[in-house]
């Protein structure tokens, strides 16, 4: 076991002021007799995942999940074959994937309509404890498609070494993701150290059937809970019953947690991760130019990748 | 520290068949070699809260909480003493209350509707922190209309007990109650030592506000979740992500809780409290009355508080 004062915590990370604010903060809020001192059970850290601890392009790692079900079920169905979203999924078509994201990001979400329409049918029906299997398998079966690594070894290093040095001051750290909940608790633990009951994330809607072997819970055809934007701090009140004290996330859709973090009467801690490193990661601030304005108006310590991480992934 | 198989952790049970299958369960899934043993992570064990952990009776411990706010209301608005629920809280009136349980059992619901909307509007608009602090200020500020202690001394000592000996064989355990979510929070790690993270429950729908302080998170006037019946194993599910080992509850509405415990491929324990001790606590099966048909016929652990229980309160 590291003390957790110890810099090999944080032996990823380059010197520089993105390093030295968060050695600043976690001393500032353990050190016995600091004003600013907040007990051990209020040390509440919350982190989004994809593109903040593990890497979100070219496409989320969930929807290789959700491609490789859809193309199953039009392998199944030939019917499917000629309808979106399954016909792009067939024909492994990404170009048609990649247009509905240019054309949302343009305002038009009619082809978002058409996708969503499709995933909320493709786990329709499943248990979840065999939808866990299924994702357990694709995690650890699949690779990642231009870094070539295992999904499982996907996550940023330096993030993962900061979820330890928070553990060694006695934070507990959660993960508040927009993607979806089910999918990620089979990997989070190994990947992240953070067991499934810290997951916090989206879901689809679910309901009990009851049998004489325990009975299962099963993905309807709707969507319950979209855990971004405004919804992440009140999915986080919910699960914790805590004001976070840290946040860190990478896109416009974590600005409300990152505002919560700390609050009126404690400190608080805002990470944005920005992705700048197109050699290692890769380069993009679509999806983030807000986040980047707030953090710059409000302080937020902005964490670039090229300048701020030695190693990317381990 | 008391050792994991101490005869103390159970001092206030009396021998009999229901600690029996306590302490035989535990032993089956924690002993090393054993064909049952069960992993500590997935050792997960839910406790409903109202008449299982603490007493419910002469009517739930919240429903005075409520009663408090709505009579503040109507002492602020004079418009709002002819109107119920408003009315019988601010003139104290009980006969109407107890009318409202008793016309539901009937099947009528249309004066649980005008109370339910009541509680809605009770607390529409207030700060969730806010919130919490009058529960905490509720709660240990109070005392049981009939048996005279403080709300914070109702908890059952052998259901206490329970939790610490299953908290000493590495169980992990929740609450997942009917009642409100955030109301429990602010005494459930002193009376339980469960901590705020871990208590599932009802609550109103909540919205995230920003400002320039980190923002608030209040509710809606309207609900959210409604944590009673089937949707309690989803609930579960969705915080904890794993299916309970071990399940305690004490009415119709705990029933697809107690079958989720354990299931297909994993051991699993199902308590009922039976409230049979007019002496010491009170004496009702009145909305039990097809959970103990459904213990007698799949042989779940009845828990008499007269047989059981050497102590009831500590």
Known sequence: MIAPDDARHLASWNDGPATASIREFVARVTT?????????????????????????????????????????????????????PWKAAYAKDYGWLGDVITKHYAGDDSDVKVLL????????????????????????????????????????????ELLGYLEANRFTTYIASGGDRDFMRPVTQAVYNIPAERVIGSSNALRYTPDDQ??????????????????????????????????????????????????????GLRLLILHDDPEREFD?????????????????????IRRDWATVFG
Chains 1, 2 share one sequence.
């Open 32 to 84: 016995d007799g600091s004003p600013e001192l907040v007990p051990p059970e209020e040390r509440v850290a919350v982190f989004d995942n994809d593109g903040t601890l593990w890497c979100e392009m070219p496409m989320p790692i969930e929807l290789g999940f959700i491609l490789q079900r859809l193309a199953a079920m039009a392998d199944q169905d030939p019917g499917l074959r000629d309808r979106q």
């Open 117 to 160: 329409g499709g995933i909320l049918q493709a786990f329709a029906g499943m248990d979840v404890e065999d939808y866990q299997d299924a994702a357990h398998r694709f995690l650890h079966a699949g690779r990642h498609p231009t870094l070539g690594r295992p999904f499982a070894e996907c996550g940023y290093l330096p993030m993962i």
């Open 214 to 267: 325990g009975g299962s819970i099963i993905y309807l055809s709707e969507p319950d809970v979209f855990d971004d934007g405004p919804v992440k701090p009140v999915r986080i009140w919910s699960r914790v019953g805590r004001r976070p004290i840290l946040a860190a996330g990478n896109s416009n859709g974590d600005i409300p947690m990152l505002q919560f973090a700390g609050g009126p009467s404690r400190p």
């Open 284 to 304: 993009y601030v679509a999806g983030a130019e807000r986040s980047l304005e707030q953090a710059q108006a409000q302080g937020w310590t902005v964490v670039s």
